[in-house]
């Protein structure tokens, strides 16, 4: 499987923040990037889904990629206690086969 | 959304009896099913991939024999952990795209135990 590298630290933002979350990779066959929202004990829900350098808005998040760094970024704006949850980047490598980041645990405080 | 049923949510087996855990897609036939295993805080791992009528591809490192993959039906997969350790004892969760391939939808997981 191809590696991907996600800090896993547990991140803590009070209510209304920006939350920001990213991922690099080191192999250049990676072809669709997407970032996942998963609840404790629950299986992964997608929330993004980009296959080309740039921006891609969808409400409070945007996800970010840059293939010349390799490198993919996660925003939410204004972010809400629903948000609390554990998000996972995954990059597609042909197939449809996944290769996942270990997660970033975000804690939204009221 | 496409809704992927995987069942039991929880199982707890005794070391050396095999478990069997099943994925269901319930309004799309699933063409590809994935296997992916997350031990505590650590990614989901892809196990296999498995192509409705065909035999699984396993990744490396994976063992054939003692994860077995069944895909049997377009709406139907099947793995079943054999001779189970308790070093199995993880989190396991299937994924399934359709005809298009565009989009993947994954199951709610099931926690096994082993003891």
């Known amino acids: 499987q191809k590696e991907v590298e996600q800090d896993p630290g547990p991140l803590s933002v009070p209510e209304g923040a920006i939350v920001s979350l990213n991922c690099t990779y080191s192999?250049?066959?990676?072809?669709?990037f997407m970032w996942y929202r998963q609840y404790s004990r629950k299986g992964p829900e997608l929330l993004m889904y980009t296959y080309s350098s740039g921006n891609k808005e969808d409400g409070r998040f945007t996800a970010q990629v840059d293939k010349s760094s390799k490198y993919i970024s996660l925003f939410i704006r204004d972010s809400q206690p629903s948000d609390s949850a554990t998000y996972l980047c995954?990059?597609?490598?042909?197939?449809?086969?996944?290769?996942f980041g270990k997660g970033n645990q975000v804690v939204v405080i009221p | 959304g496409a809704v992927v049923s995987q069942h039991p949510s929880r199982v707890i087996c005794k070391s050396g009896t095999s478990v069997k855990i099943e994925c269901r897609s319930l309004d799309f036939q699933a063409t590809t099913m994935f296997w992916y295993r997350q031990f505590p805080k650590q990614s989901l791992m892809l196990m296999a991939t498995?192509?409705?009528?065909?035999?699984?591809?396993?990744e490396q490192g994976v063992e054939k024999d003692k994860f077995l993959i069944n895909h049997a039906s377009l709406t139907l997969s099947t793995l079943t952990v054999t001779s189970a350790h308790p070093e199995d004892s993880s989190f396991y969760i299937c994924?399934?795209?359709?005809?298009?391939?565009?989009?993947?939808?994954f199951g709610e997981g099931s926690w096994l135990t082993v003891v």
């Open positions: 498995s192509n409705e009528g065909s035999k699984a591809t396993y």
């Open positions: 192999n250049s066959a990676f072809q669709y």
């Open positions: 995954a990059m597609s490598y042909g197939n449809n086969r996944l290769a």
């Open positions: 994924s399934g795209t359709g005809y298009s391939g565009n989009t993947i939808y």
